[in-house]
């Protein structure tokens, strides 16, 4: 049962441009939501994460913008570069103490045409 | 990939065989986790580790199993493999530093054939 839904599935952006993420959740005990960046052959890296008492956070060209009442939370990536491309993933925790799981979006692989 | 080290990198295997995945941390965290990942599915929790000898099932365990003797140690161990579990495994660990960051090691590709 998925309970974080990513879309789009695939997103191709030309370089400068802002990419958009969107992720939507139902467990409206999530406390943490991450978002994760994959190179080809690696794994996934943190990029930024954000908390559900703010509604945005930046952090150099990358804000989460997040809204509680929807229950949706996305990424936006300014000025795009070829250097971003990679595949990019949403997370949410689910507030328990026990193993701090989290809980991943499907992935949006993003490429940044030059 | 914060002193994350999994083995073999890469592995292919017959249907039926048994294959065990090893994921070693420098790092002494307290919880281990182990994922595969899918196209169009995600990361997706096989087990997870809350201490030595303390593990419990993610959502999708059937036909794996794992064990933790040490901190250092978390091993996946698919008892007899399927087709189904040719997958790219990751494990990751969890420092609990005041947020809830997942570090993972580089991945482990296996084929099952």
């Known amino acids: 049962q998925q309970q974080v839904k990513q879309s789009p599935q695939s997103l191709i952006v030309q370089k400068g441009g802002i990419s958009i993420i969107n992720c939507a959740y139902e467990?409206?005990?999530?406390?943490?939501f991450p978002w994760y960046q994959q190179f080809p052959g690696k794994g996934p890296a943190l990029l930024i994460a954000i908390r559900p008492d703010v509604s945005e956070k930046k952090e150099g060209r990358f804000t989460i913008s997040f809204n509680k009442s929807a229950k949706q939370f996305s990424l936006h990536i300014m000025d795009s570069q070829p250097g971003d491309s990679a595949t990019y993933f949403c997370?949410?925790?689910?507030?328990?103490?026990?193993?701090?799981?989290?809980?991943f979006g499907e992935g949006t692989q993003l490429t940044v045409n030059p | 990939d914060a002193g994350i080290t999994q083995s073999p990198r890469h592995k292919v295997t017959e249907t039926g065989t048994p294959v065990t995945l090893r994921c070693h941390q420098t790092e002494n965290h307290r919880y281990m986790y182990w994922y595969r990942q899918d196209p169009g599915h995600g990361l997706r929790l096989i087990h997870y580790s809350y201490g030595v000898k303390d593990t419990d099932k993610g959502e999708v365990s059937d036909g794996y199993s794992v064990s933790r003797s040490k901190t250092e140690d978390f091993l996946l161990t698919l008892e007899s493999a399927t087709s189904s579990q040719t997958s790219v495994y990751f494990c990751a660990i969890n420092g609990l530093a005041g947020g809830n960051e997942q570090f993972f090691g580089p991945g482990t590709r296996l084929t099952v054939l």
């Open positions: 997370a949410a925790h689910p507030g328990e103490t026990s193993g701090s799981r989290l809980t």
């Open positions: 467990n409206t005990a999530f406390d943490y």
